[in-house]
């Protein structure tokens, strides 16, 4: 019995020192427009704000193991996070918050479709006037301030919805989906141009419209 425990001891402390820290380094990318950007991540937070001109700028952190696979086509922009791990990197904690950031500046006029899917960490938009937007965020929250958009469609499980829209409640046609949760949208409305679809599961989600 001795012994077992001391095997596994040594064998727990051979596992741990095999578990080394990343080493991260700091990427930035320049894109010209794209009629549509496609986020598919694990374990990031995603800011996304207006850029500056009429280009896509991307600003994140990859390591060997980790590391963002950013694609083009002439009206898509592809943003997919893979790995090249061995099962003992999935033991211990995750690399500190700031390296797992990417930070999007988009051009408003030129974006017709946003797509974002990410887990365990928020979803942060900031300023954005496209005419579509999708986002799917779980164990983490969606956040966003005076969003113009036509199209709206958000899907959050275990964490909360909360942003403002620029815009009346009157324009928009309103679908509520939400299990254990508090909010104050209606769970449906059917008069409006545009559509609010909202999804929700253990969690709360509170949206205002800036003009009414």
Known sequence: MKKTIIFLFLFLITLLTSCQEQNFTKKEATYSAKNNISIDVESR????????DDKIYINYYDSEKEFLTITEDENV???KLDTNKEWTDFIGTQADLSYRKIELQIPNSLIN??????TNENVNLNNIDIDNINVSATDGNINFTSLATKNIDLTVKNANIEGSILGKMADYKVELELKKGDTNLPSYKKDGDNLLKVNGNNGNIFIDF???
Do not use: A, F, G, Q
């Open 77 to 79: 922009l592809n943003i």
């Open 113 to 118: 479709k946003l797509v974002i899917t990410t």
């Open 210 to 212: 800036l003009n009414d």
């Open 45 to 52: 937070e995603i800011n996304i704000s207006n850029s500056k």
